[in-house]
């Protein structure tokens, strides 16, 4: 029996990759056709959004451009990951950070920034992953990159002691633009602080549309696997066009039609057949709507 077509909006437990996600998904469906969309780090917990057989092909496009995440940064530690999974490099007092600079060190972290990526993430530099390279001794100097952080708040703090010294955990909520590294944001609050800093907890709330609340844990895909269906999901993703039969047999052929998609409609356009069934996704150049990817096949 072929597996449904369509997203799934999975809760990602701490302790497995993205891919383990997608592995259990794969014997819960029965197809090898899954993939994700957005990765989330070992330690992080959330919203991860998963396509099943043709919904695979929506996950390229979909327009997931903002997400919301809780978190905790711990000031006064600093480890080689910028999160808790990492060694710590160095240990300075949070005693004398107050809230007030905190909140200051958060404003100017906001709006559009340039933000250095972990020396530990799966960037590509010469060919090879960033934290191949930084755990054979040589990490490299990554280049900043632009990404827009919409919101940063401190929601709460709390003082913490350990045999080393006095630290300071800091929850904050963050909206901000894909690319953008949560353990970046708190390894710069350190930085600026003068005190180091690094991620102890994250879970992203949002992804795009899709909320923590409408999220599923493996569990509970375990009992059932319900997916979003493929034409449900394209029309909550994407703007709408109505095809007429001839049309949707054009396209559904790879053919292209003449433009006229909806007004205003940025990226790609759900075109739908008589039936309501999803035929492709469009994209609309130089006076004519052509196939992205296409569904009946």
Excluded: N, W
Excluded at 68 to 84: F, K, W
Excluded at 215 to 230: C, D, F, G, N, R
């Amino acid at each position: 029996m072929t597996a449904p077509s369509g997203l799934l909006i999975v809760d990602k437990p701490a302790g497995l990759t993205s891919h383990d996600v997608v592995s259990r998904v794969r014997k819960l469906a029965g197809t090898r056709r899954v993939g994700h969309a957005g990765t989330l780090d070992p330690m992080a917990t959330g919203v991860l959004v998963v396509g099943v057989e043709k919904a695979t092909r929506l996950l390229g496009h979909l327009a997931l451009t903002q997400k919301e995440y809780h978190g905790t940064v711990r000031l006064g530690q600093r480890t080689d990951s910028d999160d808790a999974d990492g060694e710590i490099l160095a240990q300075v007092p949070a005693t004398d950070v107050t809230p007030a600079a905190l909140r200051a060190a958060a404003a100017a972290l906001t709006g559009e920034i340039q933000q250095v990526p972990p020396g530990i993430s799966a960037i590509k530099v010469a060919g090879q992953r960033a934290y191949r390279l930084t755990r054979d001794g040589a990490p490299p100097d990554l280049p900043p990159r632009p990404v827009t952080i919409t919101s940063l708040e401190v929601v709460a703090l709390r003082r913490v002691s350990d045999e080393r010294g006095d630290l300071l955990d800091a929850d904050i909520e963050v909206t901000c633009s894909s690319g953008t590294y949560i353990r970046a944001i708190a390894r710069d609050l350190g930085a600026a602080l003068g005190v180091g800093g690094h991620l102890t907890a994250l879970r992203r709330t949002r992804v795009g549309p899709y909320l923590v609340s409408d999220a599923a844990t493996l569990e509970e895909l375990s009992a059932s696997l319900s997916v979003i269906p493929l034409a449900q999901a394209a029309a909550a993703a994407f703007a709408r066009r109505d095809l007429t039969a001839d049309e949707a047999r054009l396209v559904g052929h790879g053919g292209r039609l003449a433009a006229a998609g909806p007004v205003g409609a940025a990226g790609p356009v759900a075109a739908f057949g008589p039936d309501g069934s999803l035929i492709a996704l469009l994209t609309e150049e130089d006076g004519q709507a052509r196939p992205l990817a296409v569904f009946t096949g």
